[in-house]
């Protein structure tokens, strides 16, 4: 069964410092992993996805994800945090359409920001 | 420019009664899902649909049912509203036969009284 772990309930980084939010899936196959933000009162965009390929990815706003395979890991980065990055974030498995085209989503990393 | 909409933003129901959330994509997407968010326990799947009539429970089925008669619309029913589904839902839909990313309604949040 497809499952997605988000160790950090909470982070809080000054802006300008480094960031990394870790995300452990559980899953049979090769997944596809996605790297969610939703934003106070707003809805989920989503920052980039990673389903085959160069295991670093971008995404918008400047994160990036690398899937590691041998830890069943997609960690999101950034180098430099913005205030407007506090928010929270999800990751999510996705299942490929030959076996349903499910995905679950981690339990969320919400991530406040210091002046 | 992809678009799911739910009907409702906001709604609020007696304990009791039968609740409808609808939810329209016009992407003509295969995959839809019915999420709960709760604050602590992120999105939890209560159901998703991969064709139209075919469903399958998610993580969280009890005290819902869903309905997917036509393949843009999938709707979420609560039999009998209780206090304890007071809830933000959140409806998604995804084009399943690649790597396809869901795309999300804004949300229903609703209060069960």
């Known amino acids: 069964a497809q499952s997605v772990t988000q160790p950090d309930i909470h982070i809080t980084v000054s802006e300008g410092a480094s960031l990394e939010l870790r995300c452990n899936y559980s899953?049979?196959?090769?997944?596809?992993l996605f790297w969610y933000v939703q934003s106070p009162g707003q809805g989920l965009q989503l920052l980039l996805k990673?389903?085959?390929?160069?295991?670093l990815v971008q995404g918008i706003k400047g994160f990036e994800a690398e899937f590691k395979r041998s830890q069943s890991s997609f960690n999101l980065r950034k180098p430099s945090v913005h205030w407007s990055d506090a928010a929270e974030y999800f990751c999510?498995?996705?299942?490929?359409?030959?076996?349903?085209?499910?995905?679950?989503f981690g339990q969320g990393t919400e991530l406040s920001v210091k002046p | 420019d992809v678009k799911v909409t739910q009907s409702s933003r906001y709604l609020v129901k007696r304990t009791g009664e039968k609740v409808f959330l609808e939810c329209v994509q016009d992407?003509?997407?295969?995959?839809m899902f019915w999420y709960r968010q709760d604050p602590g326990l992120g999105l939890r799947l209560i159901y998703f649909s991969y064709d139209v009539k075919m469903k399958e429970k998610g993580d969280i089925p009890e005290g819902y049912s869903v309905s997917r008669e036509k393949k843009e619309r999938f709707s979420l029913i609560l039999e009998s509203a209780s206090t304890n589904q007071t809830s933000m839902y959140l409806c998604a839909s995804r084009q399943a036969s690649s790597a396809g990313e869901a795309f999300f309604g804004q949300g229903t949040r609703l209060t069960v009284v």
């Open positions: 899953y049979g196959a090769t997944p596809y």
């Open positions: 992407m003509d997407h295969e995959n």
């Open positions: 999510a498995v996705g299942s490929s359409y030959n076996q349903g085209g499910k995905l679950i």
């Open positions: 990673y389903f085959s390929g160069d295991t």
